[in-house]
């Protein structure tokens, strides 16, 4: 019994001094290259699908000094590509395209050119169909609203630079092809689809696509820096970016993305794998981009990761597999290096011999338990002080929320305990459970609590 109330105890003191102690070293790794003044930054770092760091800090819009918050939206770049690969292979479980497919089936342009050329190629950059964009265009082209079959029209007559799956080139272009072939098979525009089948159905209530006559709520504005002063961004039709980089979220709307990614809420297990597998190039050469993901390593854990950039905004989403760990930064002002700021708060947890700790710490199953409302009245009764050992009590209490907690001896941090029926509850940040357990009379008399297949019985006092 001493042995188990000792681990228990030694694990809630683990996820909160850790809790503490990343805290500090992430806001430092922050505040090096950002300030509450200038354009900042929203960053978001998630364990086991859980955020347990969040920050806002800077300036949203520096003309009327608003502070970036939490819930700000960002121009996300070309972490639009994740979108757009994942909108694909859900039209091809459903059967209404494969992979393999030549891009001229559903593009007229690209019957000819583009004979050789299958959605695979354009999901890896392996097309050989040269990066040119309307983006590039000088002369506030940037300015002006274009079509799908516009922005197409502009490169489709350019030679190709490989022949398909010779090389890897990265290919904003071959992006904006897969736009194309999302509406032509779905009959609905890339914005309706992502809108409709990813952003509803993750509950993504603050992603949009971009669409700059639309009133967004919480929009950050971009900047960027000239002759050492921040300037207002130039103006970008977001149309010109369409599906290789016009959506807009938040770091709390990307880590709902990244869980349905994990939980296979929107792939199958096996698309998810094909999209986070690096390509082979005839040759057999191996390169580290899947479909909308790129592959590194940090230390001895492997990376997934894309970075994201529109006229002043960058942005990065990074998971490590390894660790079970997701960061995503966005800022407003493509003047400092973000990437580096993600790497550094990664490090942390790739290098920190505590990063185990906290897994066990604050492990939570993939399949995330249900839990369960609970009258207040039934709670009440379970509040009072249990007698682990003699002037060793476990504290159990009830919030003005009525939210049942529990506290440790010697703890001043309190343990949320959720229903999973009316008398057995389970904590989410350690592998444990609590149940109440009553006499004849149905007056509760003790609990019962189990950890990894470990139980005590603590009398109520």
């Known amino acids: 019994m001493n042995n188990f109330f000792t681990t228990l105890t030694f694990l809630f003191i683990t996820y909160f001094n850790f809790s503490q102690s990343y805290e500090s070293k992430i806001d430092s790794i922050v505040s090096l290259q950002y300030n509450a003044n200038d354009p900042g930054i929203a960053i978001l770092v998630a364990k086991d699908g859980k955020a347990i760091y969040k920050k806002a800090l800077g300036k949203s819009n520096l003309e009327l000094n608003t502070p970036i918050e939490i819930n700000s939206v960002f121009q996300i770049g070309s972490i639009t590509k994740q979108f757009t690969a994942v909108s694909i292979?859900?039209?091809?479980?459903?059967?209404?395209?494969?992979?393999?497919?030549?891009?001229?089936?559903?593009?007229?342009?690209?019957?000819?050119?583009?004979?050789?050329?299958?959605?695979?190629?354009?999901?890896?950059?392996?097309?050989?169909?040269?990066?040119?964009?309307?983006?590039?265009?000088?002369?506030?082209?940037?300015r002006v609203d274009r079509s799908p079959k516009e922005l197409i029209t502009y490169f489709k007559d350019e030679p190709l630079e490989f022949m398909p799956g010779e090389k890897f080139k990265y290919s904003n272009a071959g992006y904006i092809l897969l736009g194309q072939i999302i509406e032509t098979i779905s009959k609905q525009s890339y914005g309706q689809f992502i809108q409709e089948k990813i952003f509803d159905k993750v509950g993504m209530s603050s992603s949009y696509y971009g669409n700059m006559k639309h009133i967004i709520p919480y929009q950050t504005k971009g900047y960027i820096v000239e002759q050492n002063d921040y300037i207002n961004a130039d103006y970008m039709s977001l149309s010109l970016a369409y599906s290789a980089g016009a959506i807009l979220s938040t770091t709390e709307d990307l880590l709902k993305w990244q869980n349905a990614l994990h939980s296979n809420t929107l792939l199958n297990e096996s698309s998810i794998k094909q999209a986070m597998t690096p390509t082979l190039l005839n040759s057999e050469k191996k390169i580290p981009y899947g479909y909308g993901f790129r592959f590194s390593r940090l230390g001895n854990s492997p990376v997934i990761a894309h970075t994201g950039s529109t006229k002043g905004f960058t942005s990065i989403a990074l998971f490590l597999p390894k660790e079970n760990v997701y960061i995503t930064a966005l800022t407003n002002c493509?003047?400092?290096?973000?990437?580096?700021?993600?790497?550094?708060?990664?490090?942390?947890?790739?290098?920190?011999?505590?990063?185990?700790?906290?897994?066990?710490?604050?492990?939570?199953?993939?399949?995330?338990?249900?839990?369960?409302?609970?009258?207040?009245?039934?709670?009440?009764?379970?509040?009072?002080?249990?007698?682990?050992?003699?002037?060793?009590?476990?504290?159990?209490?009830?919030?003005?929320?009525?939210?049942?907690?529990?506290?440790?001896?010697?703890?001043?941090?309190?343990?949320?305990?959720?229903?999973?029926?009316?008398?057995?509850?389970?904590?989410k940040i350690v592998d444990a459970e609590i149940t109440f357990n009553k006499n004849e009379t149905n007056t509760i008399i003790s609990l019962t609590m189990n950890q990894s297949g470990r139980k005590i019985i603590a009398k109520k006092n």
């Open 89 to 142: 292979l859900m039209l091809a479980e459903q059967g209404k395209l494969n992979i393999e497919d030549k891009i001229g089936k559903y593009i007229p342009e690209y019957a000819e050119l583009g004979k050789n050329i299958t959605i695979h190629h354009l999901l890896n950059h392996t097309s050989g169909i040269k990066n040119k964009t309307l983006l590039s265009e000088k002369n506030y082209t940037s």
């Open 334 to 427: 493509n003047c400092k290096n973000v990437n580096n700021v993600a790497k550094q708060v990664a490090e942390l947890f790739v290098t920190s011999p505590d990063a185990n700790k906290v897994s066990a710490a604050i492990k939570i199953t993939k399949q995330e338990r249900k839990s369960i409302a609970v009258p207040a009245e039934i709670l009440n009764n379970y509040t009072g002080t249990y007698e682990v050992k003699p002037n060793v009590n476990l504290t159990v209490g009830l919030d003005n929320t009525n939210q049942l907690y529990l506290l440790a001896p010697g703890q001043t941090k309190k343990v949320k305990l959720f229903a999973e029926t009316q008398n057995h509850f389970f904590v």
